[in-house]
């Protein structure tokens, strides 16, 4: 079965730098499908970014990025130029068939 | 730009009561979803649905879970005979069903059991 993990249970970065949330996954699978999700205050689940297995280059979304590792199955986010409104729980998720598995969470701070 | 909605934002109901929980996925969505999370745990999925069953379930969803696509645009999860354990944030998704299969959610209902 695969698996999400994130081992920063919180990070926090001072306004305008940038920081990178990590996040591990385990399958056997080839083709698959990664996700970061940002969870603001409101819980309300916004989807960050998005990334092929199959595709060699890095998926960017303006500040977004990640870095994608297949090999060694590490699938992280870089936030660059950190702003107040980024500060929210982010998750890491696997989509397996319909459904997305996810990590426990990073906790992103925003130091004014 | 179009959004999944689900009704209400907060349910409270008493232990052993059913509930229903609604949603609106994006309209021209075909697959949906439904996840929960408890507070201070990861989200759990539940259910995913598409041409109108069920395509795939977790251990969660047990013969107290149903879903339902009444009338083409809603999207329903009852639960017959709530819980304590079954306090939680409850989370629509819908996806176009395109090759990533990304899901679009809801803002969320949060359901309390007392």
């Known amino acids: 079965a695969q698996t999400v993990t994130q081992s920063q249970p919180e990070m926090s970065v001072q306004e305008a730098e940038t920081v990178t949330l990590s996040c591990t996954y385990d399958t056997s699978e080839s083709d698959y499908y990664l996700f970061w999700y940002k969870q603001p205050p409101s819980r309300q689940m916004i989807l960050v970014i998005r990334q092929e297995a199959y595709k060699q280059q890095n998926a960017t979304e303006n500040r977004f990025s990640v870095n994608f590792q297949k090999a060694a199955k590490s699938f992280s986010l870089k936030i660059s130029d950190s702003q107040l409104g980024d500060a929210a729980m982010y998750f890491c998720?696997?989509?397996?068939?319909?459904?997305?598995?996810w990590g426990a969470g990073t906790k992103l701070i925003i130091k004014p | 730009e179009p959004e999944v909605t689900q009704t209400p934002s907060h349910q409270v109901t008493q232990m052993g009561q059913e509930v229903i929980l609604r949603c609106v996925p994006i309209?021209?969505?075909?697959?949906f979803y439904w996840y929960r999370q408890i507070l201070g745990q990861k989200v759990e999925f539940l259910v995913s649905?598409?041409?109108?069953?069920?395509?795939?379930k977790s251990e969660i969803f047990d013969d107290q879970f149903s879903v339902e696509r009444p009338d083409g645009s809603n999207f329903t999860l009852k639960i017959r005979s709530t819980k304590l354990e079954d306090s939680a944030m409850y989370f629509c998704?819908?996806?176009?069903?395109?090759?990533?299969?990304?899901?679009?959610f809801g803002p969320g209902t949060r359901l309390t059991v007392t």
């Open positions: 649905f598409y041409n109108n069953e069920i395509s795939e």
């Open positions: 309209s021209n969505h075909l697959y």
């Open positions: 998720a696997y989509r397996s068939a319909h459904q997305l598995i």
């Open positions: 998704a819908s996806s176009p069903g395109t090759e990533i299969y990304e899901q679009y």
